[in-house]
């Protein structure tokens, strides 16, 4: 029997909870591209695990490559707080990709929400 689809939000809403994101990184991680689009140093003082780094201020480099694997799975992006990840995430569903999430609130509610592990900053 086929894999039940991925429980995300509807095609319409660009945002994704942290909590829906914690419950796709705890029973799915391997169906969907979890992309920090942050800088360097800010995904080296934290991050989430799993993420890929994708920094948005190198996007002109790596963004074909990031078309192409939205065309293959759902993408959920994060950012500080949300507004970058919310750019990319409509930046990205105007090249087609039609199931590119911005997580809400960013890493920041991730650490408040989900993992308090993961240093604020």
Not at 34 to 45: K, M, S
Not at 58 to 79: D, H, K, R
Request: overall charge negative; charged content about 20%; glycine content about 8%.
């Amino acid at each position: 029997m086929p894999a039940a689809p991925l429980p995300l939000p509807p095609p319409e809403a660009l945002e994704i909870s942290v909590a829906e994101t914690a419950a796709l990184l705890g029973e799915r991680a391997d169906e969907f591209a979890l992309i920090d689009c942050r800088e360097e140093d800010e995904h080296a003082f934290c991050k989430i695990g799993g993420s890929r780094l994708f920094p948005l201020s190198t996007a002109g480099e790596w963004l074909p490559s990031l078309i192409a694997l939205g065309g293959e799975m759902p993408l959920v992006i994060y950012c500080h707080h949300g507004m970058r990840s919310a750019q990319l995430a409509h930046h990205l569903r105007q090249r087609g990709v039609a199931r590119a999430f911005s997580m809400a609130g960013g890493i920041d509610a991730w650490t408040a929400e989900i993992d308090p592990s993961v240093p604020r900053y």
